[in-house]
C-alpha cells in the first residue's frame, strides 16, 4: 500500500486496515508454524503496511491537536 493511498484514507478505513491486517499477520504467523505458509515475505509486507498506516494516523492527531491548539 503506497503512502499516497493511505493518505486518501479516512480515519475509519485507516483503522479498519490496520485492524484487518493484524488479523492476517495473526493467521499467517499460524500458518508459518504449521508449516503451511508459502510466502514467509507477505508477513513483512503487512508489518510495513500497519508502520505506514499508524504514521498517517499520528500525523493526523498531530495536526488535528495543532488546529486546535490555534
Not at 503506497?2 to 486496515?17: C, F, L, N, W
Not at 493484524?22 to 503487512?46: D, M, P, W, Y
Not at 508489518?47 to 500525523?59: C, F, G, H, M, N
Amino acid at each position: 500500500m503506497k503512502a499516497k493511498e493511505i493518505r486518501q484514507k479516512t480515519d475509519e478505513e485507516i483503522a479498519k486496515q490496520i485492524d484487518d491486517n493484524r488479523k492476517e499477520i495473526f493467521q499467517l504467523r499460524l500458518q508459518a508454524q504449521t508449516s503451511e505458509l508459502k510466502n514467509t515475505a507477505r508477513i513483512g509486507l503487512l508489518r510495513k503496511d500497519i508502520a505506514r498506516l499508524e504514521t498517517e494516523k499520528t500525523a493526523r492527531k498531530a495536526a488535528k491537536a495543532a488546529a486546535e491548539a490555534k
